[in-house]
T-cell receptor, first 111, second 113 residues
Framework: DAGVTQSPTHLIKTRGQQVTLRCSPK?????VSWYQQALGQGPQFIFQ???????QRGNFPDRFSGHQFPNYSSELNVNALLLGDSALYLC??????????FGNGTRLTVT | QKEVEQDPGPLSVPEGAIVSLNCTYS??????FMWYRQYSRKGPELLMY????GNKEDGRFTAQVDKSSKYISLFIRDSQPSDSATYLC?????????????FGTGTQLKVEL
C-alpha cells in the first residue's frame, strides 16, 4: 500500500515564476494538508482540503493556492515566486481528523 | 513568542543511553500531541500520538503530556545509531473541523557508537 506520494521531488524555479506541486494521499485518506518547511525549522501549516474545499488556512499570502480533486489528490500552486519561498513542501493526508501521514516532500529552490 | 518551543540541539548521546526530548507550549486549546521523527531528506514519520494528559508507551518510546505545565516529553530507551534524526513535536486543537498541526523547530539527535 503506497503512502503519500509527491511530485516532483526537486524543482528549481526563477523569481516571479509560478509552480505547481502534486500530491497523492495514502489510500483511504480523504483529507490533504500542505506544509512548508524551511531549513532548520519545523513545518508550517499552509492549508487543508476536505471534500474538495479549503477547510483551514494558515498565515500564508494569497499567492499560495490549492485544489483537491474528486479522487482526493491535491495540488499546491505558488505564484510570483520569491527567494523566501525556497523550502521543502510537504503534503500530508489523514482519514478525517486522525494523525497526519506525510510524504517525503518537494524541495523547491527559487533563484 | 512561538506557540511551541523546542530546543534545536544538536543532542549527542552514546549508544544505549536514555534520551529525553521536550517541548513547551502556550496555547491551552491544544489537546492532541504528537512526536514525529524526520530523517535527512525525508518527510516526518509519526512516532507517538497522545490525547490530553498522561503517558503512552510503544516499545522503546514513551510519550508524556503534562497539560497543567504545558510540557510534553519523549523518552527513548536503549538508543541506537538508527535513532539519529530530527525529532519534531506537534500539537493540534482540532478547531474548525480540521487538524492543523503546530510544530516545534525540531531537535537534532545523534546517537554515537
Amino acid at each position: 500500500d503506497a503512502g503519500v506520494t509527491q511530485s516532483p521531488t526537486h524543482l528549481i524555479k526563477t523569481r516571479g515564476q509560478q509552480v505547481t506541486l502534486r500530491c497523492s494521499p495514502k489510500s483511504g485518506h480523504d483529507t490533504v494538508s500542505w506544509y512548508q518547511q524551511a531549513l532548520g525549522q519545523g513545518p508550517q501549516f499552509i492549508f487543508q482540503y476536505y471534500e474538495e474545499e479549503e477547510r483551514q488556512r494558515g498565515n500564508f499570502p494569497d499567492r499560495f493556492s490549492g485544489h483537491q480533486f474528486p479522487n482526493y489528490s491535491s495540488e499546491l500552486n505558488v505564484n510570483a515566486l520569491l527567494l523566501g519561498d525556497s523550502a521543502l513542501y510537504l503534503c500530508a493526508s489523514s482519514p478525517g481528523t486522525s494523525p497526519l501521514h506525510f510524504g517525503n516532500g518537494t524541495r523547491l529552490t527559487v533563484t | 513568542q512561538k506557540e511551541v518551543e523546542q530546543d534545536p540541539g544538536p543532542l549527542s548521546v552514546p549508544e544505549g543511553a536514555i534520551v529525553s526530548l521536550n517541548c513547551t507550549y502556550s496555547n491551552s486549546a491544544f489537546q492532541y500531541f504528537m512526536w514525529y521523527r524526520q530523517y535527512s531528506r525525508k518527510g516526518p514519520e509519526l512516532l507517538m500520538y497522545t490525547y490530553s494528559s498522561g503517558n503512552k508507551e510503544d516499545g522503546r518510546f514513551t510519550a508524556q503530556v503534562d497539560k497543567s505545565s504545558k510540557y510534553i516529553s519523549l523518552f527513548i530507551r536503549d538508543s541506537q545509531p538508527s535513532d539519529s534524526a530530527t525529532y519534531l513535536c506537534a500539537m493540534s486543537a482540532l478547531t474548525g473541523g480540521g487538524n492543523k498541526l503546530t510544530f516545534g523547530t525540531g531537535t537534532q539527535l545523534k546517537v554515537e557508537l
